[in-house]
């Protein structure tokens, strides 16, 4: 039997739960303040949080200097593209794993999982060579390939975990009744784990869009996406801080509008499964 919760406690569990959600989001906020500052009020001490001539030059002069619309469509299509393309390729191995498991099943999972403690400067040099002989530099093909198989291991483990809690018994019932596996996959099995695909395309899409040192270093100009396009204001000629906030706000908000608006259909699929 669950144990009563006083209100005394939910009180303080709000109270805690908000301070933290401020803590975090405090470094986000005040990003965004700084935007609107001029470069001699970004740098003012004591720094004014609030009451300070507001201004749009930085957001003015960040289009006027760098095409924003360019790499936002970079980002875009090297997000969601990976993101796709790894799903596709995730939904399979996840379904043999769950229900047509080996005894290398666990070890490959493992090993999939480790890929991630791979320096990933320690394949830099590698890819950057394959990438120059098959003419993938600089392209968002390649950047597409490179960061759906650095997020490839957290798309099937999550699908794995998704898919486990599905009972066996309903594929069999799919088969019996004459269902052929590229059916069983679209129509029974996918339809039931639309909460933990869905959750899994937003985090990965999430993790794509924050990818910073592959899209850094494979790119230059023609595919480089917001990465890149914040990168470009931290310049040691002089102070651009004002500037710099106002490029990373441009680049943060569409990613914090999508957080937003899925965050329910988030929660419920990295709920999905859950012992309730």
Known sequence: MARAVTARRKTINTALAWTVGLLIFFPILWTILTSFKTEAEAIASPP?????????????????RSDYFRHFMNSVIIAGGSTLLGVLIAVPAAWSMAFV???????????????????????????????????LLDTRTGLVIVIMLINLPIIVWMLFTYFKEIPGEILEAARMDGASLREEILYVLTPMAVPGIASTILLNFILA?????????LTAAGAAPLTAFIASYSSPEGLFYAKLSAASTMAIAPILILGWFSQKQLVRGLTFGAVK
């Open 48 to 64: 004014s949080f609030l009451f300070f001539d507001w201004t749009l030059e930085n957001y003015s002069v960040v289009q006027e």
């Open 101 to 135: 498991p080996s005894r290398r099943t666990k070890d490959i999972l493992l090993w999939m999982l480790s890929t991630k403690m791979l320096p990933a400067v320690g394949v830099l040099y590698p890819i950057y060579l394959i990438f120059i002989q098959l003419g």
């Open 209 to 217: 869009w924050n990818e910073a040192f592959w899209t850094l270093n």
